[in-house]
């Protein structure tokens, strides 16, 4: 995957005829209203009259815990973060300057990246079928899947949960920006890993050359199986390099919820993968692919977000 590096009745009724009144008899004591009349008669004139309680608006019903494909979605918040990595960051790439950037609305993302069960439910292919490096298990990751297929896939998702009434109005699945997804991955860290600094650590959190390649385990694993990052976001280092919606420019795009170039070549791919090291699976690592390019090392993860 790596190139450098290995959407009214107005009818009339008749109002019935007014009863004559029957003299009261003599000595009759006159009728006594009854106390709660009084007392309303009372505090209509004194202007206290309670005006009746209007019925509480129900609350809307909660958001299920996984949308109809059995994808789980965290919510992630709007904030302020810097995108790239320090001049004094150990491996880092010469196209990670800094910048800051500022993400304006909150949004949801996919819990892992899109596993093969889920591909199958929306697009009822299987384009890693007879390739090579690829794990058994319906929870393992959709791999060999381009660029233009993970788009299709988020078009059609959204068109089929939109027909179900399971959106909300002008929500829809997308690609994460480069910028969203390093803000998720990030997870209000600083540090090269989420975890922190000591490549020593990776293995707990990420499938990478250490934990694959001296197993013989060289394929992406089933998903979620290490420690997520702060946020619950799993294998947001490790596992499979992941499509974003952004054309790749060596100078990151920074400000308020940069979008990335208008055109390019190649598209940015994030997160490292299982058959590379620890340097490549950092935070603020970029790699980049012709957007028609897939192999065993590439998937995806969605965004579902508003207008």
């Known amino acids: 995957m790596a190139e450098r590096r290995p959407s009214r009745s107005t009818s009339k009724v008749a ?5 004559k009144a029957t003299p009261a008899k003599r000595g009759a004591a006159p009728a006594r209203k009854p106390a709660a009349a009084t007392k309303a008669g009372k505090a209509a004139k004194a202007g206290t009259a309670k005006r009746p309680a209007r019925a509480a608006k129900p609350a809307a019903p909660p958001r299920p815990a996984a949308n109809s494909i059995g994808m789980k979605l965290v919510p992630l918040p709007a904030g302020v973060f810097t995108m790239g990595s320090p001049a004094t960051e150990k491996d880092r790439g010469t196209d990670e300057a800094q910048m800051r950037v500022e993400i304006t609305r909150p949004f949801l993302m996919g819990r892992t990246v899109v596993t093969k069960k889920q591909w199958k439910a929306v697009m009822k292919s299987e384009p890693w079928k007879g390739e090579r490096c690829v794990a058994a298990g319906e929870d393992a990751p959709a791999v060999y899947v381009d660029w233009h297929d993970a788009v299709a896939f988020c078009h059609k998702l959204t068109a089929h949960e939109r027909a179900a009434g399971w959106l909300e109005k002008g929500e829809h699945y997308r690609l994460p920006t480069e910028a969203e997804w390093e803000y998720a991955c990030r997870a209000g860290t600083t540090t090269p890993w989420s975890f922190g600094s000591d490549p020593r650590r990776l293995g707990d959190h990420a499938w990478f050359y250490g934990n694959t ?25 490790g596992n499979v390099y992941e499509w974003c919606s952004d054309w790749y420019k060596s100078a990151l795009a920074g400000g308020t919820d940069p979008q990335g170039p208008a055109s390019g070549t190649t598209k940015v791919l994030r997160g490292g993968g299982w058959g590379y090291d620890p340097a490549r699976c950092r935070s603020a690592d970029r790699n980049k692919n012709d957007p028609s390019f897939s192999d065993f090392s590439g998937g995806f993860r969605v965004v579902l977000a508003g207008t």
Not at 213 to 237: C, F, S, T
Request: no cysteine.
């Open 213 to 237: 390649g001296d197993r013989k385990e060289q394929y992406a694993h089933r998903v979620g199986r290490k420690k997520p990052n702060p946020w619950g976001l799993a294998d947001m280092h």
């Open 15 to 19: 109002r019935p005829a007014a009863k």
